[in-house]
Each structure stands twice: as structure tokens, then as C-alpha cells.
């Protein structure tokens, strides 16, 4: 702690770093100051990207490509977070290392100076870097609009187009691109046996039937091994089978690779995410205490935005606790007995109790235009109409305004 301001810093200001930030200063914020009006907070954010990027609904922005479409999911996050005035502060930067003994981390900004930065409590929410950056920020937030209106040209005047990956961007992207441009060939490569890998092979069966009745090929047990460009410029595309295939448009929409190199690496788990409880979402590696991790970063998380979303009250609760046991010097109570621990600390309501993470199964909405796609809810396939109206007229976008600008919290 710099004085008497608690410093709270997430590293990563997308959709749960965003969602945590917002979290913190509209209720736990609050809500510690009033029982204990002494201590004051502050929360920074860090983060390549100026903009927030609602990358739900990139495959749709990216068959549309129109301007009112991207304003709608690239945000500017300080315009986001202007209503706490100088409770927040944003950081236009990349963590590059981390201190746990000294509770710093250095920031690579992106005018390339070099800063080190102190935290009383540590959030990471870096997530993930795909290989495109149509899916997710490759620093600033303009790659991926450049990337999006580039990939978007060349679909308008494509007559061929292979998707690399069966997951949900991969199929979603599939079914988005052959609607809006239905005379363009598709070909999806699953890379396994099977699309949507991470849902029911019910499911999976069902969005192979969709894609190859809008006219997609499907491939699966094939995988790219090299790209290169052709001496016009087309992608060239090596198989695991040893073919080659010459496109006009290749779409990688295979996952990506987790932002935790600025970690010590004993922090980490085999795949390289953060290893967090899974119930209180604390990273569980020495010299980690007042640390969290929310999102595709961790550990607890199936990559997927329910579980960066649902994440967001539990870490809440966990920096609240941890706050409260800090001020009150070392008074802690074993994790089993959180609630005790709030009658400790004077006028404690219970709105700043232990709450646990719990992830939403069974739900997985994969849109293939307007008026196709597969989905399920609590684990129950649902019919196309209903999939239509949830997520496939617009992949959620009205959400994207109100999770950047905090009113969803
Ligand atoms: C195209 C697409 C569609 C999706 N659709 C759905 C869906 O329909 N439903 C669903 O549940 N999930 C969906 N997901 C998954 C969902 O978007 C992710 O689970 C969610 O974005 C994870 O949030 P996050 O904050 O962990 O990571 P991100 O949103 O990726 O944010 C990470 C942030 O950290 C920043 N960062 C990276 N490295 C550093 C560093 N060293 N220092 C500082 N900042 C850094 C990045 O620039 C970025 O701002 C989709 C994903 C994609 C790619």
C-alpha cells in the first residue's frame, strides 16, 4: 500500500478485465469505503489496446463491414471508465515482467517506454492471442480493425475460402461467410474428427448438417502444417494429408495461445494459464497472495466468455475479503471460515461475503448467419428460431455497450 491509497491493478483490459475494473469501482469499492471511509482505492488498468473489443460478434462484423458495426465493438476504454474520475486510471501498455516480492510489474508502453508498476492486489486478465487479429487485439486495437476491413475486401471478391478450425469461431465463421457471399466455395477444416470439439457430438453432427446444406466442405482429421503466398498473393496452404490447396481467402479460427509470458512461471500450470482455485479464483503459486486471474488466462476457465463473465463477482469477493483481512492487519480467519471474517471488520455487510465460481454448463450458441445455427441451453438442443433470437440476429451486440461502459454491472 502507497500511502493510504490501495492500489488494485489488472493487466488486460478486455472482457474481464473490463467487467472486473467496473465490478470494483461501482460496488466493492463502495461498499469497502463505507464501512471504512479511512482507506481510499484506486484501480489501473493496463492494457495494450485503447479500445474494448466485444469479439463475440467479430464474425458477423466481419462478413458486414459496416461502419456503425465497428464502433459498436471497438470502444474506447478510458470514455468507458470517465464517470469515476480519478478513482481510475488507464494504462496504454503491455505487462512484460513481474515482481512478486517487490508486488510491481513492468510495463512495456506502447510509445516503448519503460515503467514499473506497484499493486496492493493483482488482476490478470490477459487472455488469449490468436493467430489472426480478427479475433482477438494484437496490441492496438487498430490491427484488428485494418484486419477486419482487409479480410472483409477480399471476401467481397473471393471465390474460394478454407477456414482452419472446427470450435465455434471456426464454424460460426463459416456459416457467416457463406451466407453473405453464398457464390464463394467454403471449406472448413475441423482438424479433428468432429466440429464443436468442446460440445455434444450431437451438436457437432448437427453443425456439420447446417454448413453442408448452406454448401460448406467439411474436412476433418486434416490439419495446416505451412502457409505461404503464391506470387499473386494467394494463401498457399500446406496439409497434413501433403496436399497443398491455393485459396483466395484463409481464415485461421483456431484458438489461441495464452498471454502469461510476463508471469513467473511457477504461477503457471503445463498448458501455461494461471493456476487459481477454482472456487475463488486466487492464484494458488508462491508469493501470489492478493493475485487473481480471470478469463482465458486461467486456469479454471473453458475459454469461453460465460465462464470470463461469471467469473467476475467471485474475484470481486475475493479482493474484498483479502482487503478486508489486509486493513485488518493480519485478523484472517481459514479460508472455510470467510464469513466469520467479516464480523472482524466493523459494519461488514454480507454484500462483500466469500462468493464462489460456478461455471454455466450446457450452453453453447453457434449462429451460421441470420437464420441458421446449432445451439443448446442447459443442455437441451434448441430449435433454429429459437438459436436465431438469442444470438444469431446479432451476436449479442447490444451487450457490447453496456458491458464496456459498466451498466451491465
Ligand atoms: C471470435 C470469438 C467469438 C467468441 N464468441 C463467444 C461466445 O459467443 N460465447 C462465449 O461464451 N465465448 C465466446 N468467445 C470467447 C470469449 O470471447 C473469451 O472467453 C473472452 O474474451 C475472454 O476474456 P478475457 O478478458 O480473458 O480475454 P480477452 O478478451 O482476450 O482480453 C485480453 C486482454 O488482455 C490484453 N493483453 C494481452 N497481453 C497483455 C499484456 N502482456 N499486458 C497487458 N494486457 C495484455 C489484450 O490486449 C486484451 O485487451 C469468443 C471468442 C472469440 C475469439
Redesign the pocket.
Known amino acids: 500500500m502507497s500511502g493510504s491509497t490501495y492500489e488494485i491493478v489488472i493487466?488486460?483490459?478486455?472482457?474481464?478485465?473490463?467487467a472486473v475494473a467496473h465490478y470494483l469501482l461501482k460496488n466493492t469499492i463502495p461498499a469497502l469505503r463505507k464501512q471504512n471511509n479511512s482507506k481510499s482505492f484506486h484501480v489501473t488498468i493496463?492494457?495494450?489496446?485503447s479500445h474494448?473489443?466485444w469479439?463475440?460478434a467479430?464474425?458477423r462484423v466481419l462478413v458486414k463491414g459496416e461502419e456503425a458495426l465497428y464502433e459498436q465493438i471497438l470502444r474506447p476504454i478510458d470514455k468507458g471508465f470517465a464517470k469515476y474520475g480519478d478513482l481510475f486510471a488507464y494504462i496504454q501498455?503491455?505487462?512484460?515482467a513481474t515482481d512478486p516480492a517487490a508486488r510491481t510489474i513492468r510495463?512495456k508502453k506502447n510509445d516503448s517506454q519503460e515503467e514499473s508498476i506497484h499493486y496492493d492486489s493483482l488482476v490478470i486478465?490477459?487472455?488469449?492471442?490468436?493467430a489472426t487479429p480478427?479475433?482477438?487485439?494484437h496490441?492496438d486495437h487498430l490491427e484488428t480493425l485494418n484486419a477486419l476491413k482487409t479480410t472483409r475486401e477480399e471476401l467481397s471478391q473471393a471465390k474460394t475460402v478454407l477456414v482452419a478450425g472446427g470450435g465455434?469461431?471456426g464454424v460460426?465463421s463459416s456459416g457467416e461467410i457463406v451466407t453473405t457471399f453464398p457464390n464463394v466455395k467454403v471449406t472448413i477444416l475441423s482438424g479433428t474428427d468432429r466440429l464443436l470439439a468442446r460440445s455434444t457430438e450431437s451438436l457437432g453432427k448437427a453443425a456439420e448438417t447446417s454448413l453442408k446444406k448452406l454448401g460448406v466442405e467439411v474436412i476433418h482429421n486434416v490439419r495446416i502444417t505451412g502457409s505461404e503466398k503464391t506470387i499473386d498473393g494467394h494463401p498457399k496452404l500446406k496439409l497434413s494429408d501433403g496436399t497443398e490447396r491455393i485459396v483466395d481467402v484463409y481464415i485461421d479460427g483456431t484458438g489461441?495461445a495464452p498471454?502469461t509470458?510476463?508471469l513467473p512461471a511457477e504461477w503457471l500450470n503445463e498448458g501455461k494459464r494461471v493456476q487459481v482455485d477454482d472456487e475463488s479464483l486466487r492464484v494458488t503459486g508462491p508469493d501470489a497472495s492478493r493475485v487473481y486471474a480471470?478469463?482465458?488466462?486461467?486456469s479454471y476457465?473453458k475459454?469461453?466468455?460465460?465462464?470470463?463473465d461469471s467469473a467476475v463477482i467471485p474475484v470481486a469477493s475475493s479482493i474484498a475479503v483479502d482487503i478486508a483481512t489486509t486493513l485488518n492487519q493480519g485478523k484472517a480467519p481459514s479460508q472455510g471460515m470467510l464469513g466469520s471474517l467479516l464480523g472482524y471488520v466493523p459494519g461488514f455487510g454480507s454484500s462483500l461475503s466469500q462468493k464462489k465460481f460456478s461455471p454455466m454448463k450446457g450452453?453453447f450458441?453457434v449462429p451460421m448467419g441470420p437464420s441458421h445455427g446449432v445451439g443448446m441451453l442447459m443442455g437441451f438442443e434448441i430449435p433454429t428460431f429459437m438459436l436465431s433470437l438469442i444470438?444469431g440476429k446479432s451476436?449479442?451486440l447490444s451487450m457490447s455497450r453496456t458491458q464496456w461502459n459498466g451498466d451491465a454491472r
Open positions: 493487466v488486460g483490459g478486455n472482457l474481464g478485465g473490463v493496463v492494457s495494450p489496446s474494448y473489443f469479439k463475440i467479430a464474425p501498455g503491455a505487462a512484460i510495463v486478465a490477459t487472455g488469449t492471442t490468436s480478427l479475433w482477438t487485439l496490441g465455434a469461431v460460426e489461441g498471454n509470458d510476463w480471470v478469463g482465458d488466462a486461467a476457465s475459454q469461453s466468455w460465460l465462464d470470463t450452453i450458441l444470438k451476436y449479442f
